[in-house]
């Protein structure tokens, strides 16, 4: 019955109706904002967003998408954190795609540290995408010139130079970047890398550049940014994790009891408390994915 009253919604010149499937993964391609960013004309002339969504997926109440609002504001840097590789490259790809689908190629600058090995999810995932807009994919050997070429950039437009572009560096797995360990023993030193990379979470996001970064767990992101550099990302998804790691991260023991195919969304500029639980975006399958590169590069040519 309510696959019938889908086909007779689809015919008619209103909204279709949403139905609520718990245990069903969340697709994208189901996102009615991501799907009209996705088929406008990326020729048309237009201004550049002042801030723009990284549609996380769907909220478990009747309202819009859940999303992440990144502006050129301080902290405006997002952060997830939990052990489930699947849910966060799902969750890091949404936000590319998400990105694509609101930025034309010149607006934009996309690029993604790339460190999973051929037996984990993920590996060859950005490689392979077909965006319409390019994509400057770091592997291990990669990943240190260009964290190195975005703070140059950061230095020149601290210094007044022009910041037309917004620039997105994605890092899925915090915990596979070695350079960003300690450099003494007992793990209370920061690296050179770790040192930058915290600057550009800092002093970035108000001159357009943003980290997008996964954290397999809270412990994890401290050594990296240490507890003050976590400050820097107003943005936080939380998966499944230990009580004291939720309550550190969102101010609430909650992620602990997250069921299955379930995460939890937080600004940090939010009331205390104020937590937006939801469906993470699930990793789309071949087919899927390239459905979903279609309509981007559909738009791009009408």
């Known amino acids: 019955m309510l696959d019938e009253i889908g086909r007779l919604a689809a015919a008619r010149p209103y909204q279709p109706p949403v139905t609520f499937e718990g245990r069903a993964?969340?697709?994208?391609?189901?996102?009615?904002?991501?799907?009209?960013?996705?088929?406008t004309p990326k020729a048309s002339p237009r201004r550049r967003p002042p801030a723009v969504r990284l549609w996380l997926g769907e909220p478990v109440?009747?309202?819009?998408?859940?999303?992440?609002?990144?502006?050129?504001?301080?902290?405006?840097?997002?952060?997830?954190?939990?052990?489930?590789?699947?849910?966060?490259?799902?969750?890091?790809?949404?936000?590319?795609?998400?990105?694509?689908?609101?930025?034309?190629?010149?607006?934009?600058?996309?690029?993604?540290?790339?460190?999973?090995r051929?037996?984990?999810?993920?590996?060859?995932?950005?490689?392979?995408?077909?965006?319409?807009?390019?994509?400057?994919?770091?592997?291990?050997?990669?990943?240190?010139?260009?964290?190195?070429?975005?703070?140059?950039l950061l230095d020149q437009?601290?210094?007044?130079?022009?910041?037309?572009?917004?620039?997105?560096?994605?890092?899925p797995g915090l915990q596979r970047w070695r350079e960003l360990r300690s450099t003494d023993a007992y793990g209370t030193q920061q690296s050179e890398p770790a040192k930058g990379l915290t600057r550009l979470a800092e002093e970035g996001p108000e001159v357009g550049i943003h980290l997008l970064a996964w954290a397999?767990?809270?412990a994890?992101?401290?050594?990296?940014?240490?507890?003050?550099?976590?400050?820097?990302?107003?943005?936080?998804?939380?998966?499944?994790?230990?009580?004291?790691?939720?309550?550190?991260?969102?101010?609430s023991p909650i992620a602990a009891r997250l069921g299955e195919n379930r995460a939890l969304f937080r600004h940090e500029d939010w009331e205390a408390g104020r937590l937006e639980k939801f469906k993470p975006y699930a990793l789309p399958d071949e087919e899927e994915l390239a459905r979903l590169i279609a309509l981007l590069r559909s738009g791009e040519s009408l």
């Open 25 to 39: 993964p969340a697709r994208l391609e189901a996102n009615a904002e991501w799907l009209e960013h996705a088929r």
């Open 220 to 251: 994890t992101a401290e050594r990296v940014f240490k507890r003050s550099g976590l400050a820097h990302f107003d943005l936080r998804v939380a998966l499944q994790m230990k009580d004291k790691e939720s309550s550190d991260l969102l101010g």
């Open 157 to 171: 437009r601290l210094s007044g130079e022009a910041a037309p572009t917004e620039v997105f560096l994605l890092i």
């Open 216 to 218: 397999d767990s809270l």
């Open 118 to 152: 051929p037996e984990t999810v993920g590996y060859g995932l950005w490689s392979g995408l077909g965006l319409p807009h390019p994509l400057e994919v770091a592997g291990p050997r990669q990943a240190g010139a260009l964290l190195t070429q975005l703070l140059a």
């Open 61 to 116: 109440e009747i309202k819009s998408p859940t999303a992440a609002v990144v502006e050129r504001y301080p902290r405006s840097n997002l952060l997830i954190v939990g052990g489930n590789d699947e849910q966060a490259y799902g969750l890091l790809l949404a936000a590319l795609l998400s990105l694509a689908a609101q930025y034309t190629p010149e607006e934009v600058r996309l690029a993604v540290t790339d460190f999973a």
